[in-house]
Structures are given as C-alpha cells and as structure tokens.
C-alpha cells in the first residue's frame, strides 16, 4: 500500500513539473507565470484587507509601487555587482518592509496595519513563487526515498545536470503550503479585528520557524553557510529574536510563544551543533548539498571511465576494472560493473583517505548512491578491511 502511494505521488509530481506552460496559443515561462499570479493576488489581498478596515486604498497602492520599485532596485544592484541576476527571499522582504515603514513615517500613517496588510501580501506572492519553483526546479530539495524528478527540458532551463531524474524531496511544494497556511491564517486575525501587528508578529514567526526546518532538506549547493546551518537558517532564528525583544519592549502586541520561539530556535542551533561535533559520523557534511554533488560528479566520471575500459580494454567484461575517485571530505569512491542474464550488477567501493570510514558513513553514502543512480534494485553493503566497504546492487 505504501509503495502503491509513493508511486502516485511519484507519478503525480512528474507529470506536474515543467519550465514552460503551454496554452492553446503560446507558452509562458512556468516560474515567471507563478511570479505574476503571484504578484496579482498578493496586491489583490492586500487591498481587499486594507479597504475591509476602513484603510486607504491609495496608501496601500503607494506601499505596492514603493515594493515594486525596491524589489527592482535591489535585483539591479545585485546583478552589477555580482554579475548574476539572483532573487532572495529573506534579503528582499526585509528590504521591502524597511522601505514601506519609512513610506508611512513620509506620509505620516500608521505603520502597523499597513505591515500587517504588506506581509500578507508578500507571504502570498511567495506561496505562488515557490510553486514556480517547483516547476523548475530551482530552490530544489536533498535526495529522497519519493519526490520529484527533473528531466532533460529542465536541465536546459538551467536545472543542475548531475540531479536529472533523481528523485529530490519536494520542499518547494511544502514551503508553498506551509506559507498559504499562515497567509490564510493571518487574514483571518486581520478580519477578527485583532491588533494592528499581530498578523505581521504571526506570519514572522511561524515563518521563520518552519524555514528554519526547511532547510535541512534543501539541496541546492550554491547558498552560504556559516558553522553548518545555511544564511536562511541564521536569519530565522535572528529575525525571531529580535521580534520577540521588540515585543518585550513593548512596541508590538506581545505573545509569550512567540518568546518560546525565539528560545526554542537559539537552543536547536545549540544542541544540533553540540550533537554534529559529537558524532562519530558526520552526516551533515556527507550529505551536504555541496558534498552530494561532488558524489553524483565522482558516481559519473568513475562510471565513464569503467564504460570506456569495458569497451576498449575488457571485450569480454571477465572483470572489473578499477577506477577511484575521491571528493574534497577525502571519501573515496571506486566502481566497476557487469552484464549479466539478471541485468546490470555495479560495485562502488567506499574508503577513506585517512582510512577511519566508518560502517555508518558507508551506509549513509551508499544510501546516496543508490539513490543518485536511481537504483530499483537488490543491494547490499559488505564490510571490508582497512576501512573499505563495497556496495553492490543490480539494476534490472
């Protein structure tokens, strides 16, 4: 029964995720599509919410150009200066936010309600966003048991090459839901007549503390890390902090979890860090975004590299010729493989360079390579000496 599920939502996923979608006439960019109903909805919400309190609609019309302004601003700049054009969640709604806070200071409004309708909005066009995101695969999750798999049109869309047709956890379509929740949530606190703040304070913090989790299954390599958790985690846990001192002062309505928030994300970067330098084994850098990719690269070159001796050196495939590959934790990977009546039986034998591989890390490794290579076959790991263990597996 379990299996006859994650095939559905296998099957489901697949059929769901393209770069383009196409229409009787033409065919829109899915992410850009997502972007713009996005955009649309999010103005929309925010200025149903705005005239239901008896706000001004020509306020709230401001605060949307003002964003629009500063969402392009800020994307210009950063592609002067960094020559790519990059959209970044955290970086561009905090802008957003500081810009419309002094927006209403100039037309000497109250900022509060104005926020609270703002973020909303923004939480909108977000939950739309990371939809287009799932569709073409950028802000992608980790390898997984079930999820989502990208294809050759998604790799010409500039999907990374080395992850095409594995299957990645979907947390875009997570995080899309997760944030519709709040979103719809919070709309239902400004409709209540809740005070001006609250929906802003709920939406930061459940936010941030599901983002926080988040990103223990993103996958894609090119995002900074300090310490082992990524700029997005830091941040959540900053912004939920510095919300909850300003609750603390008085200056936005106080809620006492919001304070166990804050507690509770400062004490998980303290016991995951703890826990991390503890271990013998250290997952978290084996299955690092940045250290999976140099796996799937060595899984590739060494595979090359056998089909190439198969076929030059070894007519008669009577053996396995060996071939090593090692990324930059010092793992070592070497592999060969045969034809047979059963189908295709591969061998990867897994070391170190400082020869201390551990069975866990063998294990947690082997799992990653089963799962690059989209095996559906038997497999099994067997112990070696000096620290070498060998994974075998058929694919049929």
Not at 56 to 82: F, G, Q, Y
Not at 217 to 237: I, K, L, N
Not at 274 to 283: A, N, Q, V
Request: with cysteine.
């Amino acid at each position: 029964m379990r299996t006859r599920a994650t095939h559905l939502i296998n099957a489901s996923l697949d059929r769901l995720v393209r770069p383009e979608i196409h229409s009787v006439h033409r065919s829109w960019p899915a992410f850009r599509l997502c972007g713009y109903v996005g955009f649309v909805a999010g103005v929309v919400l925010a200025e149903v919410l705005a005239v239901a309190l008896g706000r001004s609609s020509w306020v709230m019309s401001a605060i949307v150009a003002t964003a629009v302004l500063t969402l392009l601003s800020l994307v210009m700049t950063v592609k002067i200066v960094t020559g790519e054009e990059q959209l970044t969640y955290y970086r561009d709604v905090i802008a957003v936010m500081l810009v419309t806070r002094a927006l209403l200071w100039l037309l000497d409004r109250p900022a509060l309600p104005y926020l609270d309708f703002t973020i909303l909005g923004l939480g909108l066009f977000l939950a739309c966003g990371r939809v287009g995101c799932l569709m073409v695969g950028c802000c992608h999750g980790r390898p997984y048991a079930w999820g989502v798999s990208y294809r050759l049109e998604h790799i010409a869309a500039g999907f990374p090459s080395y992850l095409a047709d594995v299957r990645l956890f979907p947390i875009q379509a997570l995080e899309s839901l997760w944030v519709l929740v709040i979103v719809i949530e919070g709309t239902v606190l400004v409709l209540a007549g809740y005070p001006p703040g609250t929906a802003l304070t709920w939406y930061v913090v459940t936010y941030c503390v599901g983002r926080f989790g988040f990103e223990f299954m993103r996958g894609d390599p090119g995002r900074r890390y300090v310490w082992g958790f990524s700029e997005a985690q830091w941040t959540s846990a900053l912004l939920v902090c510095a919300l909850s001192g300003a609750e603390l002062a008085g200056l936005l309505p106080f809620h006492w979890w919001h304070t166990t928030a804050a507690i509770a994300l400062v004490c998980t970067l303290a016991a995951v860090g703890s826990g991390r330098r503890l271990r013998r084994t250290p997952k978290h850098q084996l299955l690092h975004p940045r250290h999976i990719k140099e796996v799937a690269e060595v899984i590739k070159a060494v595979s090359r590299s056998v089909a190439i001796s198969s076929d030059t050196f070894n007519p008669r495939r009577d053996a396995l010729p060996i071939h090593i590959g090692c990324t930059s934790l010092g793992v070592q990977v070497s592999g060969g493989h045969l034809s047979g009546i059963d189908g295709s039986s591969h061998h990867y034998a897994l070391s170190n360079r400082a020869g201390n591989m551990t069975r866990d890390a063998a294990q947690t490794l082997a799992r990653l390579i089963l799962q690059l290579q989209r095996a559906s076959g038997r497999s099994e790991i067997i112990g070696g000496g000096r620290g070498v263990f060998h994974l075998l597996y058929t694919m049929v």
